[in-house]
């Protein structure tokens, strides 16, 4: 009878734009990672220089 440990996501990739939590990642660690979320406005890149990751 032992429950398998449900670990929490401690990453999080938040919409530098609008601030909104797009995904999270199983992570050893707390990161916050910068991306964007599915608005068009959103993702309309202001910055080409930046590369955005590619998050499956
Ligand atoms: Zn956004």
Redesign the pocket.
């Known amino acids: 009878m032992s429950q398998p440990v449900k670990r929490l996501p401690l990453g999080v990739i938040v ?6 939590m ?1 995904d999270t990642l199983d992570t050893d660690r707390v990161i916050v990672y910068s991306g ?4 068009s ?3 309309n890149p202001q910055s080409p220089a930046e590369p955005e990751p590619d998050w499956e």
């Open positions: 919409c530098r734009s609008c601030g909104t797009v964007f979320c599915d608005k406005e959103c993702r």
